[in-house]
């Protein structure tokens, strides 16, 4: 298994540009989920999803967009992006449950210019 | 929603000696709290984690204690080594969130 992958591992953009950060996994995971992690502030959720076809906002989803067509996929789209999306974003997938482990990708790092 | 605060920001211990990281939550719902080691350039990666039903864990040269009435648990790290250097993060989950802690830089000195 290839567990959680994420394409592109860096990302230079310029304010109002669009994109999407890529995230697969191959472990049967119902439930995927977006973080954003910044210096001295831990990581954050953006944005999860249960299952195909299901997605909910987490602490910080303004900016970002999410969709969730297959269980092993779950992109996330910058609409316009700005400077203070300028973060590592990693995405993680678990089985499904509060207490089952959850699994991260290796992380993009984005700057927004 | 849940708060979780994470103590000490930094920490460098000696090799061999123990190093401890505590953490408190907020939220007496929260069940399910896992510990995260991330290394440079990586993503965080599970180490141990202990349910609210279950006081301590160990797991060779780590364990995790749990305090619901106080809301707190910790990790403990004993005979640190130099590959133990890295960046903690405890986590606290509720429903279908997981709220982190803002991470401890542990530096092992060889």
């Known amino acids: 298994n290839a567990g959680v992958t994420q394409t592109p591992k860096f990302q230079v953009l310029k304010t109002g540009q669009s994109m999407t950060l890529q995230c697969a996994q191959d472990?049967?995971?119902?439930?995927m989920s977006w973080y954003r992690q910044d210096p001295g502030m831990g990581l954050r959720l953006i944005h999860y999803?249960?299952?195909?076809?299901?997605?909910d906002q987490g602490e910080v989803p303004n900016g970002y967009n999410v969709s969730r067509s297959t269980t092993e996929d779950f992109p996330l789209r910058l609409l316009s992006a700005a400077p203070s999306q300028t973060s590592v974003y990693f995405c993680?997938?678990?089985?499904?449950?509060?207490?089952?482990?959850?699994?991260f990708g290796p992380g993009t790092r984005l700057t927004v210019l | 929603g849940e708060n979780v605060e994470q103590h000490p920001s930094t920490l460098s211990v000696q090799e061999g000696d123990s190093a401890v990281i505590k953490c408190t939550y907020s939220d007496s719902a929260s069940n399910y709290f896992p510990w995260y080691k991330q290394e440079l350039g990586k993503g965080p990666q599970l180490i141990i984690d202990i349910r609210s039903n279950v006081g301590e864990k160990k797991d060779q040269r780590i364990a995790v204690t749990l305090n619901k009435t106080a809301k707190h648990f910790s990790l403990h790290i004993t005979e640190t080594q130099p590959e133990d250097s890295a960046v903690y993060f405890c986590?606290?989950?509720?429903?279908?969130?997981?709220?982190f802690g803002t991470g401890t830089s542990l530096t092992v000195i060889p």
């Open positions: 986590a606290a989950n509720t429903g279908n969130q997981f709220y």
């Open positions: 472990m049967n995971h119902e439930y």
């Open positions: 999803s249960v299952g195909a076809g299901i997605t």
């Open positions: 993680a997938s678990r089985i499904a449950g509060g207490t089952d482990t959850q699994y």
